[in-house]
């Protein structure tokens, strides 16, 4: 233990984060030198991995919450090897790997994109749900721990209570977190808003709380002690911190504790740059160097981390020797494969809401996939996730044998929860609500596209036919603003979402086979209350239904139809009653598309989307929500009926003839349509 050592370390990181801001006129310095003490300890006293291999599964994980201190975490792995001097120099600039706020980058020890205040704590939870599910299927492998740190915002933002509530009542003693407390925020002090006791608040959900001095170094090593010993709960540490420690007038005298401190540059404040930099030991004239005892003080701290990660990986080496029938799935569970499966087999009942389909096939999967997470925000019977849970059990405290964890109504938190799940890796997160709450989702949903992750959302109670539950239960704009996100590409060119909202209980088998088959993004299943038809097939439905696979398909064809009707979900056995009418009594031919997915439907080449919608040639879509869900695909001269009001409370066969979405009015619609276009072409 050198303290001298120890604060030259931390004052490096003080002086890199500012120098990034400076440089960049861009960014948060205050923050970051306030919790540069903590970070410099944790990181080289605590926090286990191996610098050789950053994305060793058996790593300790740090989950930033606060990711406005992006300057703290680049600086940090700028001292450890994992940034460049010219990284840190090109903070926030155009291409660069250190951009405004983290976005995941494991091999650089980036574990989670963040920057939506208590979203990082949330996942961070996630991730510890999943090291004690893994740690109870592989005992004494998985019992690293899980690090977050969370600043005031965080603190008070709204997810940070179901995250906290959750982890207390799962006995989550493998995740600690840091709250970074010095009583600023970006546009105010904190007890202008907010006169909370943090302690009591945390203390109720049955979290261990200890409270230092964050800048003590002897108190952080005996809070992260304390913290690592504990059995029974996660522990929060409150660092009482000081924002822009460090900070110097231009007549050398201390500016600490500033509220301009937290969001904008030093030499922006009545503090001065070049002064605090001396201040800090740095040189200004190259304010981006490590220092040289610190650089030779963390060429030995990389070492020792090598070393004991080797250690750790001989004893894993040989648990794989001794239990080899367990290593396989323990690989097969990492490598993020599914086993075998044929959904095929799964019995469908006939004429039964898509939910109930997705119900059974969750109860295959419980019994075919071992390292499934289902999560239901309080709806488990509605949603009918208790498909899985009937052959399953509840996640607890100190018994995480099961595979489903109820969330409570925390729609936000679980959806969080489960984006923590999918980045420490190994499980796969499910997570259910009734598609109208998926708004309170959004948030969680936005980062998962943002961070490529393959959760899968199961959205039920589709459409206004909820019926007597009304307008607040009713999705009306919910598939649009799902359906948004499968029109932006990630970074890597790929639709962010896969949005599916099968039309039978079949093609919700063959929807969930996409959802698994899906590694890359995440996928939302959109799910229907009430009992749907079945779609009438010519040899093997579920054979048919694989034609979903490109997006969109024909479920009715006819050569040379005059008309081309397209849907999804429920709406589409809606057309096929619709076309029955319309060829007995008005002798017209009918083709009837079902575009389960827009975005994976328009990946395909131009020929195949033709073959299923022709150009210039009449097209009638149907939709229970409003009318953008399918204006692009209908064409220029197509027509679109849906919605563009609320729903009401009445039972739904009476919405049907309310809002027309009954065969006959249906009908009278495409009628309409058809004279429409005639009188056009006359003209």
Known sequence: MNQKMDQLAADNIRALAISMVEKANSGHPGGAMGGADFMHILYTEYLNYDPTQMDWPFRDRFFMDAGHLSALMYAQYYLLGNYKKEDVQQFRQWGSVTPGHPEVDVLRGIENTSGPLGQGHAMGVGAAIAAKFLGARFEGLFDHKIYGFITDGGVQEEISQGAGRIAGHLGLNNFIMFYDSNDVQLSSMTDEVTSEDTAMKYKSWGWNVITIDGHNHSEIRKALDT??????????????TIMGKGCVTADGSMYEGECELHGKPIGDTKADYTK??????????????????????????????????????????????????LAQKMELFLSGKLPELDLSSVVQKPNCATRDASSAVLGYLAENVENIIVSSADLSNSDKTDGFLKKSSVLQKNNFSGAFLQAGVAELTMTSIANGIALHGGVIPVVATFFVFSDYMKPAIRLAAIQELPVKYVLTHDSFRVGEDGPTHQPIEQEAQ??????????????????????????????????????????ALILSRQGIKDIPAATSRYQEATAAKKGGYLVKETENPDITLIANGSEVSTLIDAAVILEKEHNLKINIASIISEGLFKSQSKTYQESIIPKEKLVFGLTAGLPVNLEGLIGDSGKIVGLDHFGYSAPASVLDEKFGFNSQSVCAEILKYIEESAKILSN
């Open 227 to 240: 913290a690592n010993q504990e059995t029974e709960r996660p522990t929060l540490i409150i660092g009482k």
């Open 276 to 325: 605090t930099l001396i201040n800090l030991g740095a040189n200004p004239e190259d304010p981006f160097a490590i220092f040289g005892d610190v650089a030779v003080y963390y060429s030995d701290i990389l070492a020792k981390k090598t070393e004991k990660a080797a250690s750790k990986k001989q004893q894993i080496a040989q648990w794989e020797n001794e239990n080899p029938t």
């Open 482 to 523: 799902m359906r948004l996100l499968e029109k932006v590409k990630n970074h890597k060119g790929h639709q962010s979402l896969l949005a599916l909202r099968p039309a039978d209980a079949v093609e919700t088998s063959v929807a969930w086979d996409m959802a698994l088959q899906n590694t890359k993004t995440p996928t």
